[in-house]
């Protein structure tokens, strides 16, 4: 006896290895968040909103102050220790640099990642830099998992994503 054939069977395959997930936001008036937003709740100690634009064709957000904050959903990775690498599409506007502020799990809820360098040449970049300690567990204000830091001014960004892989057991 031969039966019908069974259903088809679907999977997505992925080139990244066990433990790594790759999530995203690109910012504007209408922000799209892939396993991670843009967070812009207010409490004790926030610097301000952002304002949606659109920059060289671009859309953007742009820092009132010099922060803006993101969250990663919880399910991805949270209240442990992983590797990130973060890539930032930024507006080079200004001088100085802007750097990724995570927390760290222990007494530094903003360490600094190494400064991505401003040369205002008006046009877009992207960097990508890397924490090889970082904790996502909200401890930022708003209860944000990192931010965006330039001290001297706004910071105009359409997107970032950030590549996390497995957990450190410390």
Request: no cysteine.
């Amino acid at each position: 006896m031969v039966s019908d054939a069974s259903a088809g069977v679907a999977f997505d395959a992925s080139d990244l290895p066990p433990g790594t997930a790759v999530v995203g936001s690109v910012v504007g008036a209408t922000d799209h968040a892939y396993g991670m937003s843009e967070d812009e709740r207010p409490s004790g100690g926030f610097d301000g909103p952002t304002t949606a634009s659109v920059v060289d064709g671009l859309s953007a957000r742009t820092s009132t102050q010099g922060n803006i904050y993101f969250d990663v959903d919880d399910s991805i990775a949270h209240a442990g220790f992983y590797t990130a690498t973060f890539t930032v599409s930024y507006y080079d506007q200004g001088t100085g640099s802007l750097s990724v502020q995570y927390d760290n799990g222990g007494s530094d809820p903003y360490k600094s990642t190494a400064g991505i360098a401003l040369t205002g040449s008006n046009t877009w970049k992207t960097a990508t830099v890397t924490a090889a300690d970082a904790y996502f567990g909200g401890r930022q204000h708003s209860a944000a998992d990192f931010r965006l830091r330039y001290g001297s001014g706004q910071l105009t960004v359409h997107s970032v994503a950030v590549k996390i892989s497995g957990e450190d057991q410390r």
